[in-house]
Structure formats: structure tokens, C-alpha cells
């Protein structure tokens, strides 16, 4: 089975994510969005993967999920988020992915997420996400979730091996 992991990130904490699953997985490639173009046509399962940033998912995800959702509806579908605002993610994934790649996906899964690097951001984007940060870290330890990317390193390491 060949596995496509596309994502997208400005931090470095999504990419680092991908690759993680990547080792998982022997069959996967990882596409970073960000830098290329890539089309799912050739991968028979596709895992996506998206920080996201006031509620939305990073801007070259959304474009490849809108211009392949025919070709995703076809493949076996994953999608992987890291997010600080933990407690959003079902409005995140009811807003941002399609109904009906939503209704297919055989699994959906927010990593958490880390504030380390946002010389990326401007100077808007900085501000509010050092103010959700502070909000946030009051609810819950700002941090990936580990157990959360293992366990879905170990759903596609069982969908490789099936195929």
C-alpha cells in the first residue's frame, strides 16, 4: 500500500509530526505542501496534516483538499491536526473538511500542539497567538500529545498492513 502523508505548517511542529508517522510507516511519502505540488492519484491511502491557526487549517492544505476532494473521496482518508485550542477541533474538522471526506475518513486525530518558534507570523498573528497560548495553558499543559500520534501511527501501520 502506498501511503501519502501531505501537510503543511509555518513552526515546524506539523512536519515533525508527519515525519514521526512517516517512520511508522515503510510505504509512506511525505509531501509538504508548502514547497510542492502533489497529486494523490498514485497513493491508495492519503493521510493529511494541518496546524491549525484560528480556526482554520493552513491555506495550501485546504486548496490540495479542495482541488483532489473527487480523487480523496476515493482513497482511504486520514487527517492529523495540531492545535493548541484543543477543546475546538470538532468545529476545526466540521469547517474545514468536506462532509463528505469527513464521512469517509477512518480517522481524524488533533495532536495538541507547542508554541515554540513564531518568527514566521506576523506581527497580528504573533499577538493573538501568544494571547490563546496564555488563555489556553490555563485549561490544559500546552504540549503535543504523543499518545495521540502513536495511536494513529498504529491505525495506519494496520491499514499498510492489510493491504
Known amino acids: 500500500m502506498k501511503i501519502l ?8 511542529v506539523t512536519e515533525r509530526c508527519a515525519k514521526q508517522l512517516a517512520k511508522e ?10 514547497e510542492k505540488q502533489v497529486s494523490p492519484e498514485n497513493f491508495d491511502l492519503i493521510v493529511v496534516g494541518s496546524p491549525v491557526y484560528s480556526h482554520k487549517l493552513e491555506p495550501s492544505v485546504k486548496y490540495f483538499i479542495k482541488d483532489n476532494e473527487k480523487s480523496l473521496q476515493e482513497k482511504q482518508f486520514a ?37 515554540n518558534d ?22 490544559h499543559p500546552i504540549a503535543l500529545r504523543l499518545e495521540a500520534l502513536l495511536d494513529f501511527a498504529k491505525i495506519l501501520k494496520e491499514k499498510e498492513v492489510k493491504k
Not at 501531505?6 to 513552526?11: I, P, R, S
Not at 510507516?25 to 505542501?33: D, G, Q, S, Y
Not at 475546538?88 to 464521512?103: C, G, N, W, Y
Open 5 to 12: 502523508i501531505a501537510y503543511a505548517g509555518k513552526t515546524g
Open 25 to 34: 510507516c515503510t510505504t509512506a511519502t511525505l509531501a509538504n505542501l508548502n
Open 79 to 115: 487527517v492529523f491536526v495540531t492545535m493548541v485550542e484543543e477543546d475546538t477541533f470538532d468545529k476545526v474538522i466540521a469547517h474545514e473538511i468536506p462532509e463528505s471526506l469527513r464521512q469517509r475518513a477512518f480517522a481524524m486525530q488533533q495532536f495538541g500542539g507547542e508554541v
Open 118 to 139: 513564531l518568527t514566521s507570523f506576523g506581527w497580528h498573528d504573533r499577538l493573538v497567538a501568544k494571547a490563546m497560548v496564555k488563555l489556553e495553558s490555563k485549561k
